[in-house]
């Protein structure tokens, strides 16, 4: 756990101001669904970059300052620690340890994939001082119970929806009486030309309820266009009515 103590403050204030195209390990997904009937769960990635990368991985019940050795999450994932060569890939192997979770509805987590960099030499091959900089992928984890009712792509169009006024905005309530959470990345007013993805991403959650801004402005049709994120990280497109 070293590494992951001398890396995680430099981290918390760079993660934001850093670009995808940073990071050299690609991850073949945007989330995991567990299914509950399942032993374990895989997630692959390959390092696209010309150097070697340390890779640390952890699930968290949504506190992102969460520690791997503080972590309450069910999960375990193996190994927790790789180091990833150039060109080559590692699968990560994800399995719930079984403590009690809802089985009405999805449980929502999230898996820390942490990616970091060797240490730059200069030309003599010594370290200089530096500020090491590393890169985390946060991506949600749903743990999905045998037998729901319903089907993930049905529940986008069984939400009910709310727009209300903020400043010079809108935002939509949305309630979710489905036992799957709705992921969306862009939600407008139908029929506006103004597309603005959802700050930090976008749900409904399961047996709950969430607001989100709206792009655009509402007309007499009262209807929004949804773009929803489904288990593969496709984008799929719907529409809803709403109440004022």
Request: some cysteine; glycine content about 8%; overall charge neutral.
């Amino acid at each position: 756990m070293k590494v992951f103590r001398c890396t995680f403050c430099a981290l918390i204030v760079t993660l934001c101001g850093l670009s995808s195209a940073q990071a050299g390990v690609t991850i073949n997904g945007t989330r995991v669904v567990y299914p509950a009937e399942q032993r374990e769960v895989s997630l692959s990635m390959v390092n696209n970059g010309n150097e070697s990368r340390l890779i640390q991985a952890w699930v968290d019940s949504g506190d992102a300052s969460e520690r791997p050795e503080s972590t309450k999450a069910p999960f375990v994932i193996t190994p927790p620690m790789a180091r990833v060569d150039p060109g080559k890939g590692q699968t990560l192997r994800i399995t719930y340890t079984g403590a009690q979770l809802p089985q009405d509805h999805e449980t929502v987590f999230w898996l820390n994939i942490l990616e970091i960099p060797p240490k730059p030499k200069d030309s003599t091959g010594s370290e200089p001082n530096y500020m090491q900089m590393a890169v985390r992928s946060r991506l949600k984890l749903f743990y999905r119970p045998k037998g729901l009712p319903g089907t993930p792509d049905a529940a986008a169009d069984q939400l009910s929806w709310r727009v209300m006024q903020e400043g010079k905005g809108y935002v939509a309530e949305c309630t979710n009486n489905t036992p799957f959470n709705v992921s969306f990345s862009d939600l407008t007013f139908k029929g506006s030309q103004q597309m603005r993805a959802v700050s930090k991403g976008g749900m409904c959650p399961a047996k709950g309820k969430a607001t989100a801004p709206i792009a655009g402005s509402p007309d007499a049709s009262n209807e929004l266009t949804i773009t929803v994120i489904n288990d593969y990280g496709g984008f799929n497109e719907h529409e809803a009515s709403y109440t004022r």
